[in-house]
């Protein structure tokens, strides 16, 4: 089994930086990718950042030159450093890691006022 467990959510103002960390756990069969997705309020899940087994990551548009994803590829780490926050990044955050199953986090708040 695999565990996720985000931390580092909360409350910003718009143009401000919070930092997303998610640490897994368990019996994790390579190759993986891992990511972050997020929901905002009445919408679907929808994905945000994702690197590959070999490192390659790739964003969603409208974070592309404000958030950044990386990777502690000893521990099966991921963090998510969002700069130049918006509004419209309110949503719930959520990390997930990908094998033959695709497992994910429980989620964390991100707020972002005006």
């Known amino acids: 089994q695999v565990q996720l467990v985000e931390s580092g959510g909360g409350l910003a103002q718009a143009g401000g930086s919070l930092k997303l960390s998610c640490a897994a756990s368990?019996?994790?069969?390579?190759?993986?990718?891992m990511g972050w997705y997020r929901q905002p309020p009445g919408k679907q899940r929808e994905v945000v950042a994702l690197?590959?087994?070999?490192?390659?990551?790739s964003y969603r548009n409208s974070v592309k030159g404000r958030f950044t994803l990386s990777r502690d590829t000893g521990r099966n780490n991921i963090y998510l450093q969002m700069n130049n926050l918006k509004p419209e990044d309110t949503a719930v955050y959520y990390c997930?890691?990908?094998?033959?199953?695709?497992?994910w986090g429980q989620g964390t708040q991100v707020t972002v006022s005006s």
């Open positions: 997930s890691l990908n094998t033959s199953t695709t497992y």
């Open positions: 368990g019996r994790i069969v390579l190759p993986k990718e």
């Open positions: 690197i590959s087994s070999d490192g390659i990551v």
